[in-house]
């Protein structure tokens, strides 16, 4: 049940980089069939179950191992300034060697994408001024904000939507994200394949009706280029030009968030307690619902026992591990409890490479197909077929999932049944 071991780091090396200002990255030299580390991990699972906790104890493992780790977090909450020992504000402070902190606050976040917009503005003229009469520090906050700022800000962290290197920016080899709620990373997971859906009907708008014509060029413009994508402004690109740039972006970001050695969910839970463990069953299914991979579970918990070990087979083929009890009271001895960790739980957090249990599997033989879903049950499953049989689309979880049949398997579903946490659907 264990993870394949992992070679450990051979050498840290301290490179120079070039620029204006002079810093020092840390480069890491593993030794042959070494993995690298994940570049975004977050920890899903049921309120109090010890998902800052352990957020605080990956992102001091980390910064241990020689990674320039940064830990994220949204939430007013003071536990992780607890545990970490250090005040976490909104802007980037060193906490520790190798490890920086920053507090995701939207408000105060609003502000520089607005004043991207009314520099954009101000060149096309498209809202005539009154772009620029509107005072960000002003604005609430709306539902949906806080996401979409929190993408925005991980992204500066990692620089994962650029091709281009930018040596005045920060960057890190692991964000690890504490984010306010499990729900709202589901929603995250699954964000880019939905707004590929949205963009579809909005682009069939702009191009098939007149208002559309008429107003997406302006529109366009001003989105693209406060948004930048890739470094890359609209200046004599066609509108076809810049909605296919914007398609193959989010086309990018869903592979980027489907890849486990990019980013990787961890599930916890507390072993002690039934509703917190089948928290997590849930949401392991909710996770591969909105198209991500779960690369592991932990127990948080006091002391790890054979009937804990129970808990850890209902959880296979994840590998399965625990992590130290840490009292929220006051700061933690961080030297004492890194040393605490098992070889098990380091590798797991370093190793998220395993062979993942596919989430979907096609058997052109018997015209099957087969989905997997842990923490479900085949009554709070619903399939439909659109587009003459070539899709099925699977409700569950608050989440629905499209999948597209092989062209050899296309037609109408003929049966289901759900056989050891597997839905499977045949195709007539």
Known sequence: MAPS?????????????TG??????LVIACSAGATAPPKLVTFLGKGGSGK???AAVAAQYYASEGLRTCLVIQSQDPTAEQLMGCKIGNSLAECAANLSTIKLETSKMLLEPLDRLKKVDAQINLTQGVLEAVVGEELGVLPGMDSVCSVLAVQKLLNFFSTQKNSSQEEFDVVVYDCNNTEEILRLI?????????????????????????????????????????GKTSEGKLSSELWNDIEQLLQKIS??????????CFLIMDPRRSISVSSALRYWGCTTQAGGNICGAFG?????????????????????SFLPFLPTESSADWSRTLNSLSQNTKELLRNTSNKLYPSVSFDSVQKSVTLFMPGFDKSEIKLYQYRGGSELLIEAGDQRRVVKLPQAMQ??????KFVDRNLIVTIR
């Open 411 to 416: 037609g109408k579903v003929g049966g289901a």
């Open 20 to 25: 204006s200002r002079s810093r020092r990255r």
């Open 255 to 264: 592979v980027w968030f489907a890849d486990p050695s990019k980013f990787s």
């Open 300 to 320: 948080y918990t006091e002391q790890p026992s054979e009937m804990h070990q129970g808990v850890a087979e209902k959880f296979l083929p994840l590998p399965f």
């Open 190 to 230: 699954g964000a880019t394949e939905r707004v590929r859906s949205y963009l579809r009907y909005v682009r069939d708008l702009a191009d098939k009706t007149d208002i559309g014509r008429l107003a997406s060029p302006s529109l366009m413009r001003l989105i693209y280029d406060s948004a930048r994508p890739n």
């Open 52 to 54: 800052t906790t352990a």
């Open 5 to 17: 071991l992992l070679a450990s780091v051979s050498q840290i090396l301290a490179v120079p980089r």
